[in-house]
């Protein structure tokens, strides 16, 4: 069986979409320390993070930065030249940073575009699809469900009624990507993640809508930065990899870890909580994740 150590990097180019947030701009100095050429598809508003990339381009030949917007399909078409692979995040436009009931619109039509341009690329070998874990847990009766995982969905209904707006953007993308990606023969994985845990994470983060109910229901999950980025990597390289990839390296399911993400999240007059709030058991699983994991290289690891 083929594995990640039998895969060429050196001589493999990538492209990183959008690789203006903190999870791209991950990606991409992961990808360029395993020898890859990449190319770093920035949408037009992402301006610092540009700039800063292209910085890095003038001292690196193995990356090149690309003005690319999910919604121009021939500039989506123009970074994803002579790319074997695509890493694909999506990232809200500027002039509409929070999720709300129009988002889902807007992810969507980007998805499709993304997924159309790889169909008619040539040379895109895989695709490597940033979901949510929140496309998986939203559902009626999720108490009374057995444990959740890479096989379940989200139920758009019920997110629309309880406006878990980002839980139904993100399921909705990802379903209108593995449509398309089936329907044109395009080769994709999907990694869904928990919640983000970066030092800019702050209490208006969308995914945090229904933190309450995730925790009773012992499936909120939060994922490192470093764990992520190592994950986007393996689920490319590994050619047995296939479907979707919940992944998440922590259950926040008892007091002690809901006081620490309060403290994190809120002011301290604001990030008191009960005395005991219980521990949930965790009713969620990243197994086929962690499956896949155990013989990967890890040593160049993002900081």
Not at 257 to 281: E, F, T
Request: net charge neutral.
């Amino acid at each position: 069986m083929a594995t990640a150590a039998s895969f060429d990097q050196t001589s493999r180019t990538v492209c990183v979409m959008d690789a203006s947030g903190r999870l791209g701009s991950s990606i991409v100095h992961r990808l360029l320390q395993r020898g890859y050429t990449v190319h770093a598809a920035v949408q037009n508003h992402a301006g610092k993070l540009s700039q800063s990339f292209e910085g890095l381009s003038c001292n690196n030949k193995k990356l090149k930065v690309f003005h690319s917007d999910p919604f121009d399909y021939h500039s989506i078409l123009d970074a994803l030249k002579g790319c074997c692979g695509l890493f694909y995040s999506f990232e809200p436009p500027s002039d509409q940073p929070t999720y709300d009931e129009f988002m889902a619109d807007v992810e969507v039509r980007a998805a499709h575009n993304v997924l159309e341009a790889c169909a008619q690329t040539n040379t895109i070998d895989k695709v490597v699809f940033t979901s949510s874990a929140t496309t998986v847990i939203w559902s009626d009766g999720n108490s009374k469900a057995p444990d959740l995982d890479e096989r379940n969905w989200s139920d758009l209904n019920f997110c629309r009624k309880f406006k878990l707006w980002q839980a139904l953007s993100k399921t909705l993308a990802e379903k209108t990507a593995w449509a398309l990606a089936m329907d044109r023969g395009v080769n994709m994985v999907t990694v869904n993640g928990g919640l983000l845990m970066s030092p800019d994470l702050t209490i208006a983060n969308p995914y945090l809508k229904g933190a309450a109910e995730m925790y009773e229901d012992g499936v909120f999950v939060t994922v490192d930065l470093r764990f992520i980025v190592d994950a986007h990597i393996h689920v490319f390289e590994d050619i047995a990899s296939y479907g979707r990839y919940l992944c998440f390296n922590h259950v926040i399911n008892c007091n002690e870890d809901a006081v620490k993400l309060a403290n994190k999240l809120l002011p301290p007059s604001q990030s008191s909580l009960p005395q005991s709030l219980g521990i949930h058991q965790q009713r969620i699983s990243n197994k086929k994740l962690n499956k896949l994991m155990v013989a990967f290289d890890s040593k160049h690891r993002v900081d």
